[in-house]
T-cell receptor, first 113, second 119 residues
């Protein structure tokens, strides 16, 4: 079945460590996105990519980095520079064009100890 | 500027009651798209419906219905005869892009409305 997978579902890290969240899609979508969701909050865009080897900063990119070497994959690295990384992270993908809905993965809950 | 407002932060209803979730948007563009997504407790957002700015027909899908009114910039969502499985956070979203993006036209999500259906 087509869809988006994120791993791991739960992630714990110590302060000062970098951690990478995985996102893979088999929907043949060009566009992929990373969002952050804090408790009781909406979605905030971290990074997005419209095509392989290209990505752009969203609203809250500081302390995060991404890569888009393959169409199917858009991993997110949470660096030690991110001051408050504990949150729920959602990856999404869509076809090109604003008329396309986004398909979301199950999310990764990151907790910094 | 684009903006999506969902004034209802939390709503609680008793099972079988009808409930309407409000969504008000702001945009300067004449061509835009509106979406509703559902986020159940598991966390994964699920797409429910898309509407383009030229189609003001209301839509019904089972117990779900949507009322789009450009005159009031609203795209409200009604659940009829609510069930416990409807308990979730519901997000309204706006996109101003159409066709192939030459630059990213951001999708703006509202803050969400948390719906609790009590048995």
């Amino acid at each position: 079945d087509g869809g988006i997978t994120q791993s791991p579902k739960y992630l714990f890290r110590k302060e000062g460590q970098n951690v990478t969240l995985s996102c893979e899609q088999n929907l043949n979508h060009d566009a992929m996105y990373w969002y952050r969701q804090d408790p009781g909050q909406g979605l905030r865009l971290i990074y997005y990519s419209q095509i392989v080897n290209d990505f752009q900063k969203g609203d809250i990119a500081e302390g995060y980095s991404v890569s888009r070497e393959k169409k199917e994959s858009f991993p997110l690295t949470v660096t030690s520079a991110q001051k408050n990384p504990t949150a729920f992270y959602l990856c999404a993908s869509s076809g090109q064009g604003g008329n396309n809905e986004q398909f979301f993965g199950p999310g990764t809950r990151l907790t910094v100890l | 500027a684009q903006k999506v407002t969902q004034a209802q932060t939390e709503i609680s209803v008793v099972e079988k009651e009808d409930v309407t979730l409000d969504c008000v948007y702001e945009t300067r563009d004449t061509t835009y798209y509106l979406f509703w997504y559902k986020q159940p407790p598991s966390g994964e957002l699920v797409f429910l419906i898309r509407r383009n700015s030229f189609d003001e027909q209301n839509e019904i899908s089972g117990r779900y219905s949507w009322n789009f009114q450009k005159s009031t910039s609203s795209f409200n969502f009604t659940i009829t005869a609510s069930q416990v499985v409807d308990s979730a956070v519901y997000f309204c979203a706006l996109s101003e892009a159409m066709g192939i993006r030459t630059s990213y036209d951001k999708v703006i999500f509202g803050p969400g409305t948390s719906l609790s259906v009590i048995p």
